[in-house]
C-alpha cells in the first residue's frame, strides 16, 4: 500500500499496525509521513529502538516529533539518545528533548543529563548552551541542579554560566507564576514576603525577576 497523507498514517495507529508505523518511520520518503508515523508511536513499547533510531533523522522537524514520541513513551532506554538531543543543530529538537526528559520525574533523567554535558559537552561550548538554553525553556524544575553545576565553571565558561543564570531564571519565573496563582501584587514594602510567610513568596522572586541558589534549591524540591 502507497501512503500519500498522514491520514493514512492515522490509520494504520487506529488498526494497531506497530510493523506499519515503524517501516513508514525508517523509510518513507516524504517528511511529513515520517513525522506522523513518529507520532503514532508515542504509546508503544516495541517501537523504542526505532525511535531512538529516528533520532538521528536528516529533517528536523522528523527528530523533534521522535523525542516528543519517547518522552510520552516513557522507556528509560530513551533517556541517554535524548540527552543526546539536547544539543541537536536545531533549537526545536533541543527543546523537544528537554521537554520529554522532564517526563522522567526520577533522578535518572537528571543524572543521565549532568553525565552528558560535563565537562562541558567534551569543550564543545556552542552545543552546550544550546542544551543548556533548551533546558530553561522546558521550564522544567527537575532540571534545576544540572543548571546549578553550571554556574560553578571556571571563568573562561562566562558564556556558560550567563546562559546557566538565564535558564534558572526562567525557571524560576514560570514557577513563580504558577505558585502565585494571579495573586495581586504585595505593596512596596512586602516584595518577596506574603503576609505570615517565613519565606519569600513566588510573587516576589518573580517581581525582581531573579532567584537566589537557596530558591533554585527549593524549587527543585517543590512539587
Known sequence: MAFRTPADIDALKRRGDIHGLINTLRNETFVSLREAAAKGLDSAPEAVEALIEA??????RV???????LGRNGDSEGVVPLCESLADDDRDVAMAAAEALGHWRSGGAVEAVMRFLAPPLRGEVARYVQAIHALGQSRNSIFIPVLERALDLDSERDV???AAKRALDEICAARSRSMGQERAA???????RLPGAETPSW?????THTCSRN??????GAE
Request: proline share 6%; hydrophobic share 40%.
Open 160 to 162: 556558560v554560566r550567563q
Open 186 to 192: 504585595p505593596g512596596e514594602e512586602e516584595v518577596g
Open 215 to 220: 530558591d533554585y534549591a527549593r524549587m527543585s
Open 63 to 69: 527528530r523533534a516529533a521522535v523525542a516528543e514520541a
Open 203 to 207: 510573587l516576589g522572586m518573580l517581581a
Open 55 to 60: 533520532l538521528r533523522d536528516r529533517h528536523p
